[in-house]
């Protein structure tokens, strides 16, 4: 199932409303955001409990948040994880990995989590060599195609400027019908 939004640039705006659309009520309900760099938009979805893993050492844009921030490698982390979380979240992350990491980064997703969340841009955007070590330079290209079994939400205009677009994966039990609450949802910015 997927949505194609063709007319919409992108924005944060733009992006939380989505985001906030796929995440469904989160009241009394928990979060990783796993790559999770400044965090700028999950700390406003309101979960009541959050947790935010980066390989790096970051500061988090709501500073109430830092005490939430665990730095590490999120496969050390999924892997001796014994939490399982509403929802799982890696927003501008998966195309830090070489593709077969980024498999295996959704494998453990689902294990970990009810649903699960990718956001990445659209295809192979400033793709450079998998040798690459810095952990801010894109090691693969992502499309919806790659996420059998999950909804996608397309914005093929997402970054104009980057003549690029990006797109929403996610997964949780009875996808079609999540689909379709979140398709009605977004009907105000379609």
């Known amino acids: 199932m997927q949505l194609i939004l063709e007319n ?3 924005s944060g705006e ?18 990783v955001d796993l790559m ?3 965090a700028p938009y999950t700390q406003m979805l309101g979960f009541k409990t959050k947790t935010y893993i980066d390989i790096l050492d970051r500061k988090l844009d709501n500073t109430d948040d830092q ?11 999924l892997k001796k994880n014994e939490i399982i ?7 501008d992350g998966i195309e ?20 699960q969340i990718i956001f990445t841009p659209l ?17 693969s290209g992502w499309l919806p195609e790659d996420f059998k079994g999950w909804s996608s939400i397309v914005i093929p205009n997402f970054h104009p400027k ?22 009605n949802e977004l009907k105000s910015i379609i």
Do not use: Q
Request: overall charge negative; glycine content about 4%.
């Open 14 to 31: 733009v992006y939380l409303k989505i985001l906030k659309a796929i995440c469904g009520d989160t009241e009394n309900k928990s979060m």
């Open 36 to 38: 999770c760099h400044h």
């Open 85 to 91: 979380y509403d929802v799982a979240i890696c927003s």
């Open 8 to 10: 919409i640039e992108g």
């Open 96 to 115: 830090h990995l070489p593709k077969d990491k980024g498999f295996e980064l959704i494998e453990l997703m689902l294990t970990n989590s009810e649903m």
């Open 162 to 183: 980057l003549n690029t677009g990006a797109f929403f994966a996610w997964h949780c039990d009875n996808i079609e019908h999540d689909f379709e609450r979140v398709k």
């Open 67 to 77: 005490k939430y921030f665990i730095c590490n490698d999120i496969f050390n982390f």
């Open 123 to 139: 295809g192979e955007y400033m793709v450079t060599v998998e040798t690459d070590i810095n952990p801010d330079s894109h090691k």
